[in-house]
Structure formats: C-alpha cells, structure tokens
C-alpha cells in the first residue's frame, strides 16, 4: 500500500477519528482524573515500566472503544450500498481489506505512540534509568488495538447491522470486567487469613494490565509470547471475516482465533508469580558504604546517604550489637494482604512508605531509626493508623531521647493523636531503669519483627495480642 492509497483511505474512513479517540481519551483519563496513576514512584510519568504499564491498563476502556470504532468503519460499505459492486471488480477482496485494516493500524498505532510520548518525555526528566525492557508491554498493547479494530471490522462485515457497532463495544467492554473481575481471577486466602484474588492464566487474554503497585514489577516474557500469539489469531480471524464471501469461509475465519486462544494458553504462565515478575534489573542495588538503593532509584542516594549512615551510628548507640549494618531499599515484591518480612541485620525501606516518601535530612534519619526499631506489621496494601505507628514514635524518642512529632510529612491532626499516645508510654519507659528499658525495647522488637505480637503493647510491659 503506498503513501496515495494510505491518504485517500484515511481521508474516507472513520480510521483519524478512531486514533483521535483513543488519543484524547487517554490522555482525558489520565489528566482529568487524580489517581494513583499520579503518585509515589509508580507514577506513570516516573519510571519507564510504569509508563508501559499504567498505558495498559487504560486498555480497560480503550480496547472496547477501538472495538466499536472497528465495526463503525466495516459497515462503511454496506451503508454506500457497495457490496455488490465491488464483487464485480477485479480486485481481489484481500487487496481492499489490506487498505482499510492498513489505515486503522497506522493510525491507533500512531495514537497509542503520542500517548506514551507525551509520559515518555516526562520520564526522561525524572530519571536517569533508561531501559527497553517496557517496549515488549507497550507492543503488545499496540496490538490489542489493531487486533480488536480488526476483528470489529470483520465481525460487522459478517453481520452489516447498525446494532452491531454497540452490540461488539459492550460484548468486548463486558469481555474486560470478566477477566478482571471473576473468571480471570482466583480466590486465595493469605497466611494471616487476608481473603484475596489473583490473577489466573485466562486473566491474560485480556487487553488489561494490574493496577501498579510497584516500579520493580514488570510482565514476564511469556506473558508477551502468548498475547501475541492469541492477537495474531484475533487478527488474522477479522481480516478473513473480510474477506469471506461464503457461511463456509466465514465459519473456517474463526479458527486462527481458536488456534491463537489454545497456544496462547499453552504459553501463559500459569503462576501469578510468574505473571508479573521482579525486574532483576532494576531492583539491583546501588550504594553508598552501608546505604543502598534499587538501580531505578539511583538519583536518590545522595539525599539518603547522609541520613542513613547517621540513622546507623545512632541505632548502633542505642543497641549496641543487635543494632543492623545496612539501609537497604525493600525490593520485594509481595501480593497484596501478606504479612511483611523484614530483618534485624538491615533497615528495609521503600519510597513510597508513609515514613519515609516525604521526610529529608533529619526527619528522613528519624523515619529510618523508625523502620530499623519496628517496622510496621500491616498487611501489603493495607493502610492503618494504630499501635505499630506509635511504637515507632516511642522508639525514634527512646534512640534519641527526646520525643519530637511524628511522623514527618503527615497532617497535624495525625501527629498530635500519635503524641497524645506515644508521649505518656515514653515518659514510664524513660523514667524504668536502664534494663528494664532494654527489656521492653527487646520484647517491642521481637513482635514487630515477627510480627505475633503487639509491639505497643510490649513498650507498656503488657503480653501479646
């Protein structure tokens, strides 16, 4: 198809309007729209896979769209009253299909790149962590795109119906809540008894991603192998649908999309674990002496080298030897609903904890002295404000002996009910002789670390939950 074609295609299709759709929709989604897509380090403007991935997601509602717009156009000659007409021309019904599916791929394929453009340049300004590894996820999404523009325009040349546009955009939006709601996940239950879902083999022929809960998680590549495959098939089925012109030829289109379904699940990883895998990577360490941080966070450190190594030599004070050695960042990746692991050798943290996303200088020593004397218990993906929280708050004063408002970065209001319940607890801790302190501190960080017990209530003197 040359350059002429391709314009007068463009110029007679609705193939612009559906590129401008997916384009402004998108982007609408995203700008208008204050969602987790915006914050932390799993911002889509902030790290590359990110980028890739939350664009995936907005598949959610852009697949069924471009689906219907699809359909749109392949009634374009059944409106004209053309069929016939052009069953009597020499021109094989494959040339004129390339034309018309040629059109619509160049232009979703072209909105979709504008899309990750525009969060591409701003990327490129938050970080120095350039990778390709997000290529394969955003390929992929490309071809969910041309694949679903394809197979509405072969469905409605089967079907020439004006109900058919909407019929296919709610069968295909439909399609997405399944396999994102029930029969694309699985029901499992946490070793704490945390009631959850996960996402299953059948989960991934669907043109979705997960909500992105952390920058070192990315698709594996089975994962793309076997979309792939299953689009190829989706694809390769419209285009035959355009191209029949008997019930046997159309009955036969429908087998590339059965075959594409059945290697796609000989492919597909059926592991959640091996779904959505770490990026080795990116969740390499980069470090400072004893203070370390992912690769992806490498501009970093330089504001937390300072107080790390402070955060270590007051903690090694206080401690003595069952102080940790390193300040490392928390690479692993958990479902949501687990119970954290952490270690009494290293100070885990992760960006985007309440503790320490928003502290700097002193107060990020503060949070880090925190998360070395009790790291918080609450299950991943959960938020609560409670007895682990106010543990820290007596520990960072036990270390440094002076209780100051904590946590950093939070509201007043969260600050003075963390006080008004750390304080007194502090001042009996304080007033206890040296081992009777030492004592209570060590049963603390028992339960924090093992995570059995109520570490508040050990710095009362009190038993476990």
Not at 215 to 225: D, K, R, Y
Not at 385 to 411: I, M, R
């Amino acid at each position: 198809m040359n350059a002429r074609v391709l314009r007068t295609e463009l110029r007679r299709s609705v193939a612009p309007w559906a590129g401008a759709v997916v384009l402004t929709g998108a982007l609408a989604f995203l700008y208008l729209i204050d969602g987790s897509w915006w914050r932390g380090s799993t911002a889509w403007t902030a790290q590359w896979t990110s980028l890739a991935l939350w664009t995936r997601a907005l598949l959610f509602y852009l697949w069924p769209l471009t689906v219907g717009l699809g359909a749109l156009q392949g009634l374009r000659d059944h409106r004209a009253k053309m069929p016939e007409l052009l069953t009597s021309t020499p021109r094989p019904a494959r040339h004129r299909a390339a034309v018309l599916t040629g059109a619509t791929t160049f232009t979703l394929a072209c909105a979709f790149a504008l899309l990750v453009l525009v969060g591409g340049a701003q990327v490129f300004a938050h970080t120095d962590y350039t990778h390709l590894r997000w290529l394969p996820i955003t390929f992929v999404g490309v071809l969910f795109l041309v694949a679903g523009a394809v197979l509405g325009m072969g469905v409605a040349r089967t079907l020439p119906s004006v109900l058919t546009p909407p019929a296919l955009a709610m069968a295909a939006f439909a399609f997405t809540v399944l396999m994102n709601a029930s029969l694309g996940r699985t029901r499992t239950t946490t070793a704490a008894g945390v009631t959850n879902s996960e996402p299953n083999r059948v989960s991934l022929l669907s043109p979705t991603v997960d909500e992105v809960h952390s920058v070192f998680v990315t698709l594996s590549a089975s994962v793309h192998v076997g979309q792939t495959l299953w689009l190829l098939g989706l694809t390769a089925t419209g285009f035959a649908l355009l191209v029949a012109a008997t019930a046997r030829t159309r009955l036969l289109a429908v087998t590339p999309a059965l075959a594409g379904a059945v290697l796609a699940l000989l492919v597909l990883p059926t592991d959640p674990h091996r779904m959505y895998v770490v990026d080795e990577s990116a969740a390499a360490p980069v470090c400072d002496g004893p203070v370390c941080v992912a690769r992806t966070h490498r501009t970093r450190l330089d504001d937390l080298a300072g107080p790390g190594k402070e955060a270590l030599r007051l903690l090694r004070r206080a401690l003595g030897d069952r102080a940790p050695d390193t300040v490392r960042e928390n690479t692993t990746v958990l479902p949501d609903g687990t119970t954290p692991r952490w270690s009494r050798e290293t100070v885990l943290f992760g960006f985007d904890d309440d503790l320490v996303g928003a502290a700097k200088g002193e107060e990020l020593t503060r949070a880090l002295i925190a998360e070395g004397m009790a790291p918080g218990c609450t299950p991943v993906g959960w938020s609560s404000v409670g007895g682990d929280l106010y543990a820290q708050a007596v520990a960072v004063g036990w270390v440094l002996g002076d209780l100051k408002p904590f946590p950093a970065g939070e509201s007043d209001v969260l600050r003075r009910q963390v006080d008004a319940q750390a304080r007194p607890v502090w001042k009996r801790l304080e007033a206890l002789p040296r081992a009777e302190q030492l004592s209570r501190i060590n049963a603390m960080r028992t339960a924090a670390f093992s995570c059995r017990g109520d570490a508040f209530e050990a710095l009362k003197g009190g038993g476990s939950r």
